[in-house]
C-alpha cells in the first residue's frame, strides 16, 4: 500500500523568506509524486511532478521540490514567499507497483500562511 | 478550453432526493475521476473511468452511482444520501489511461454538497 506523510499540519512564513513545507512517502514501487495547491472553496491545482530524472523539480508559480530516495522525502520548497500563496498544499504519490487504484493518495494537508 | 468544469457549485437536499452533480472536460482526456473531500481533510478516490468504462470503485455506497455518457461527461447520479455524505465533491480528468501514471490530474471547482 502506498501512503504520503505530511507531518505539519501548519506552516507559518514571513513574506519575502523562504519556505519548505515537508511531505515523506512509502510506496511498493517507484514512486511518482505530486503537489497540489487547493485555495479555500476550490479545487486543487497541479503544482509540479516527479517521475524520474533530474531530483531538483520544478514547478508552477516559482515552487520547486526536491526528491531524496534516500530519505523518502519530496519537499516542497520556494526561495520567496509570497502572501497570495496562502493556501492548503497537498503531497501525492502514485505507486508503479500495481494492484492499486489509479487514483492518487494524498497526504493530510498543509495550511501554508505566508504574513505580510 | 483547458479546464475541469462541474455543476452545480453548491447543492442541498434531503434525504429521499434524487440528485445528479455534472463534470464535463474539452480536453481530450480518456479517464475521469470522481474524489470526496470532507472539510480539513485531503480528496479520498470514489470511482475511476477509463475510456468511458468505469476500472475502480473504491468500494463507494450504492447510494453513489457513477455513469459516463461520452468521453467529455461524467455524472454522479445520488440517491437517499445520509447526512455524513456532505462534502465537496471534486471531478479530475487526465490524459490517457496508457500512461496514466505519468499524467497529472486535473481537477474541477468542485460541488458542496449539504445533505439535510
Known amino acids: 500500500a502506498q501512503s504520503v506523510a505530511q507531518p505539519e499540519d501548519q506552516v507559518n512564513v514571513a513574506e519575502g523568506n523562504p519556505l519548505t513545507v515537508k511531505c515523506t512517502y512509502s510506496?511498493?514501487?517507484?514512486?511518482?509524486l505530486f503537489w497540489y495547491v487547493q485555495y479555500p472553496n476550490r479545487g486543487l491545482q497541479f503544482l509540479l511532478k516527479?517521475?524520474?530524472?533530474?531530483?531538483l523539480v520544478k514547478g508552477s508559480y516559482g515552487f520547486e521540490a526536491e526528491f531524496n530516495k534516500s530519505q523518502t522525502s519530496f519537499h516542497l520548497k520556494k526561495p520567496s514567499a509570497l502572501v497570495s500563496g496562502s493556501a492548503l498544499y497537498f503531497c501525492a504519490v502514485r505507486d508503479t507497483s500495481g494492484g492499486g487504484a489509479d487514483g492518487l493518495t494524498f497526504g493530510k494537508g498543509t495550511h501554508l500562511i505566508i504574513q505580510p | 478550453d483547458t479546464e475541469v468544469t462541474q455543476t452545480p457549485k453548491h447543492l442541498v437536499m434531503g434525504m429521499t432526493n434524487k440528485k445528479s452533480l455534472k463534470c464535463e472536460q474539452h480536453?481530450?482526456?480518456?479517464?475521469m475521476y470522481w474524489y470526496k473531500q470532507k472539510a480539513k481533510k485531503p480528496p479520498e478516490l470514489m470511482f475511476v473511468?477509463?475510456?468511458?468504462?468505469?476500472?475502480i470503485n473504491e468500494s463507494v455506497p450504492s447510494r453513489f452511482s457513477p455513469e459516463c455518457p461520452n468521453s467529455s461527461l461524467l455524472n454522479l447520479h445520488l440517491h437517499a444520501l445520509q447526512p455524513e455524505d456532505s462534502a465537496l465533491y471534486l471531478c479530475?480528468?487526465?490524459?490517457?489511461?496508457?500512461?496514466?501514471?505519468?499524467?497529472?490530474?486535473?481537477f474541477g471547482p468542485g460541488t458542496r454538497l449539504t445533505v439535510l
Open positions: 510506496v511498493s514501487g517507484n514512486p511518482y
Open positions: 480536453m481530450g482526456h480518456r479517464a
Open positions: 479530475a480528468s487526465s490524459p490517457d489511461r496508457s500512461g496514466l501514471i505519468y499524467n497529472e490530474q486535473f
Open positions: 516527479y517521475i524520474t530524472g533530474d531530483n
Open positions: 473511468y477509463s475510456y468511458e468504462k468505469l476500472s
